[in-house]
């Protein structure tokens, strides 16, 4: 019976390292993986002599251009180094799809050069809790900031979502450059150095992915208030807290802001704005209403257009 990661862990003494814990669970999944890919489907014959349903050591070490002596140490968990390059045609060679592919880079220590994409998507399920939960404000968003899906009141809170073409709905670029977001803040200035220590706390895990530069490079070249907080280094975590915003049909709104992961921490989440009294209950209420009252009298697109999908 296959050895799983999790139990390969379990059996090491109590002290022992972390990098030796992850070496361990490394060598476990790689043997996990290669031990039940048919060889048919990586174009080798199965032959009649093959005593295993899975890929020979040696067969994975050739099909990934690596030393059959070095792989066989890697699944050891022997104390070496392995290279992004090697990790790459690992995955390769063992079809991982991106989810594992991301773990393989997990735990072996390195930033993937070539991640996945394509980003996680919203699920009909998720859309249908993000409209149940309404007056309540929610969203769903990436680790990028990148808001993926939002329900009415959530789309009226700090401007009209709607109308922000779907490139720029991202926090990070809406907290520093769109004006009516930037002052539906009541404590704006806070808000920004906040986000900011977030952001370069989430982009530790990313230093590698065009997207990421990407966004990086827009906000430094776009937001001089994106720059003064970006050269502090400061560095902030997800938690729950009070926000206050200022909303342009119902007023001063004081919610309390909780981040509800979809699944692992740097992955998607949903975020919920709770009214954190009763009369900022009462304006989400009515916000909820106005936004409801907007979508029937088809105010959302100009007349004789669709009704585009919110996220």
């Known amino acids: 019976m296959t050895t799983t990661a999790q139990e390969t862990a379990l059996q090491l003494p109590r002290g022992t390292a972390v990098s030796e814990i992850r070496r361990h669970e490394l060598a476990a999944f790689l043997r996990h993986r290669r031990e039940h890919i048919a060889p048919e489907r990586v174009g ?27 792989y066989t140490w890697l699944e050891q968990a022997r104390d070496i180094q392995v290279s992004v390059q090697v990790l790459d045609a690992l995955a390769r060679t063992l079809l991982l799809d991106p989810s594992e592919r991301a773990h393989l880079f997990q735990l072996a220590g ?3 050069p070539t991640p996945a994409t394509v980003c996680s998507p919203v699920t009909p399920a998720q859309r ?52 009516d977001w930037r002052s539906s803040i009541v404590h704006l200035e806070q808000t920004q150095r906040l986000m900011a220590a977030r952001f370069r706390a989430a982009m530790a895990g990313h230093l590698a992915e065009p997207a990421w530069k990407m966004l990086l490079k827009r906000l430094s070249t776009e937001s001089p208030d994106f720059r003064e907080a970006w050269e502090r280094h400061e560095v902030g975590t997800h938690r729950v807290r009070r926000k206050e915003f200022l909303n342009r049909y119902v007023g001063r709104v004081a919610v309390d802001h909780t981040d509800l992961w979809l699944g692992p921490e740097s992955g998607p989440r949903m975020v919920t ?11 989400l209420e009515r916000l909820h209403t106005i936004a409801l009252e907007r979508e029937r009298e088809g105010q959302r697109e100009p007349e004789g257009e669709a009704v585009a999908p919110r996220g």
């Open 44 to 70: 080798l014959p199965r032959g009649s002599r093959r005593r295993t349903p899975g890929l020979r050591r040696e067969e994975v070490a050739h099909l990934s251009a690596v030393g059959v002596t070095w």
């Open 110 to 112: 390195a930033v993937d």
């Open 273 to 283: 704005y709770v009214p954190s009294d009763e009369e900022s209950r009462r304006r």
């Open 128 to 179: 249908a809790i993000l409209e149940q939960l309404e007056p309540v404000a929610a969203c769903v968003q990436n680790s990028r900031y990148d808001i993926l899906a939002y329900n009415r009141t959530y789309g009226l809170l700090l401007c009209d979502l709607d109308a922000v073409p779907a490139e720029d709905r991202n926090c990070m670029i809406l907290c520093y450059t769109n004006a």
